[in-house]
Nanobody, 115 residues
């Protein structure tokens, strides 16, 4: 099994930046994709960004141009750089990995954007 540990969340003012990290351990061989979902109070969980094994990235429209997903294979880590943060970005952010048909979720990290 894959285990995922997220970090980097916190409280920032609108327009600020945060960088989230997700470290994978365990059965990490043959992970096909990793990414980030978020869930705000009263809203559905939505896919924010993902990166595949060949480096292809995808973003939801609301974060394009502001968020960047990247990976460091040597550290078994995926990152989400979040710039120009807005109050509507406030949510719990969950890292996920996909290995064949198995999807694993991290515990979540809170991001709060407020003045």
């Amino acid at each position: 099994q894959v285990q995922l540990v997220e970090s980097g969340g916190g409280l920032v003012q609108p327009g600020g930046s945060l960088k989230l990290s997700c470290v994978a351990s365990g059965s990490i061989i043959s992970i096909n994709a990793m990414g980030w979902y978020r869930q705000a109070p009263g809203k559905q969980r939505e896919l924010v960004a993902r990166i595949t094994s060949d480096g292809t990235t995808n973003y939801t429209d609301s974060v394009k141009g502001r968020f960047t997903i990247s990976r460091d294979n040597a550290k078994n880590t995926v990152y989400l750089q979040m710039n120009s943060l807005k109050p509507e970005d406030t949510a719990v952010y969950y890292c996920y990995s996909r290995r064949s048909l198995i999807v694993t979720w991290g515990q979540g990290t809170q991001v709060t954007v407020s003045s």
